[in-house]
């Protein structure tokens, strides 16, 4: 197979990314408004030698935040190019279907790095961590980046227009970020929680972050978190890939160009 089809997809998408400088400023807005405004806010009725320490807790937290939102909205241009009619010309290219799905989740996989690592510089400025933690967070970043891209392919592959795609994922990222361990320790959750954590895989991710950086508790071990990260990132890319290459999918990309 050439990769020529593969490196024209994903190079499309960074390129945007790179053109886009208004989406990069707001990618870095919403982790310092949740760092600075929610971090304060919530470090200001703590003692106050637990308010750095709350601070050094959310870092994790909000870089897989930055990862989640970036790689969630990155897998909606596999939606956008459906209902837009660029679709069609990625179908007809000599390449199998999957690829396509898997060229996307490259992309959002990439964007999402990119974001982590600009904030992961704005973390350094600040005094917040240092060159060696924020080299240590860049694979459990990747780890983590690969797990929310499927999930939004996953979201993508099964949504039939963009509107649709806007109301799964407002109804899920929220759930998935606030229900991970981001914000506040598992452990002082209630217990029923305790189980929605323990199935929402984007708390894995989150958990790997922290074990990346000193003095912050965690809830599992490296391997669990690893091993759910990789299992889940590898279910949901199969699914979103055998969903797309199904006929009964992409025939009303055709129909539509008929019409």
Same mark, same amino acid.
């Given at each position: 197979?050439?990769?020529?089809?593969?490196?024209?997809?994903?190079?499309?998408?960074?390129?945007?990314?790179?053109?886009?400088?208004?989406?990069?400023?707001?990618?870095?807005?919403?982790?310092?408004?949740?760092?600075?405004?929610?971090?304060?806010?919530?470090?200001?009725?703590?003692?106050?030698?637990?308010?750095?320490?709350?601070?050094?807790?959310?870092?994790?937290?909000?870089?897989?935040?930055?990862?989640?939102?970036?790689?969630?909205?990155?897998?909606?241009?596999?939606?956008?190019?459906?209902?837009?009619?660029?679709?069609?010309?990625?179908?007809?290219?000599?390449?199998?279907?999957?690829?396509?799905?898997?060229?996307?989740?490259?992309?959002?996989?990439?964007?999402?790095?990119?974001?982590?690592?600009?904030?992961?510089?704005?973390?350094?400025?600040?005094?917040?961590?240092?060159?060696?933690?924020?080299?240590?967070?860049?694979?459990?970043?990747?780890?983590?980046?690969?797990?929310?891209?499927?999930?939004?392919?996953?979201?993508?592959?099964?949504?039939?227009?963009?509107?649709?795609?806007?109301?799964?994922?407002?109804?899920?990222?929220? #759930?998935?970020?606030?229900?991970?361990?981001?914000?506040?320790?598992?452990?002082?959750?209630?217990?029923?929680?305790?189980?929605?954590?323990?199935?929402?895989?984007?708390?894995?991710?989150?958990?790997?972050?922290?074990?990346?950086? #000193?003095?912050?508790?965690?809830?599992?071990?490296?391997?669990?978190?690893?091993?759910?990260?990789?299992?889940?990132?590898?279910?949901?890319?199969?699914?979103?890939?055998?969903?797309?290459?199904?006929?009964?999918?992409?025939? #009303?990309?055709?129909?539509?160009?008929?019409?």
């Amino acid at each position: 197979m050439s990769w020529r089809p593969v490196k024209a997809v994903v190079g499309r998408e960074l390129s945007k990314l790179f053109r886009q400088r208004a989406r990069l400023i707001s990618a870095m807005v919403r982790p310092m408004i949740w760092l600075l405004v929610i971090g304060s806010g919530v470090g200001s009725m703590l003692a106050e030698q637990q308010q750095d320490n709350y601070l050094t807790f959310l870092v994790p937290g909000i870089l897989a935040m930055t990862l989640l939102f970036a790689s969630l909205l990155s897998a909606l241009t596999l939606v956008y190019d459906k209902e837009f009619g660029v679709m069609r010309m990625m179908m007809i290219a000599p390449i199998a279907h999957y690829w396509i799905v898997l060229s996307k989740l490259i992309a959002a996989t990439l964007t999402a790095m990119v974001q982590a690592i600009l904030l992961l510089l704005i973390l350094l400025v600040m005094g917040l961590i240092s060159v060696k933690i924020a080299f240590m967070l860049l694979l459990p970043a990747l780890l983590t980046a690969i797990c929310c891209a499927a999930i939004g392919g996953l979201i993508a592959v099964y949504s039939k227009s963009i509107d649709n795609f806007a109301v799964i994922m407002n109804f899920f990222i929220f #759930p998935v970020f606030f229900l991970s361990g981001a914000l506040y320790p598992v452990n002082q959750l209630p217990d029923y929680m305790h189980y929605i954590v323990a199935v929402n895989p984007f708390s894995y991710g989150v958990d790997l972050l922290k074990h990346a950086v #000193p003095d912050v508790d965690t809830d599992f071990s490296v391997i669990t978190d690893v091993t759910v990260l990789l299992a889940f990132s590898i279910t949901a890319i199969v699914v979103a890939c055998w969903q797309f290459s199904r006929e009964s999918v992409h025939e #009303p990309l055709f129909h539509r160009g008929t019409k």
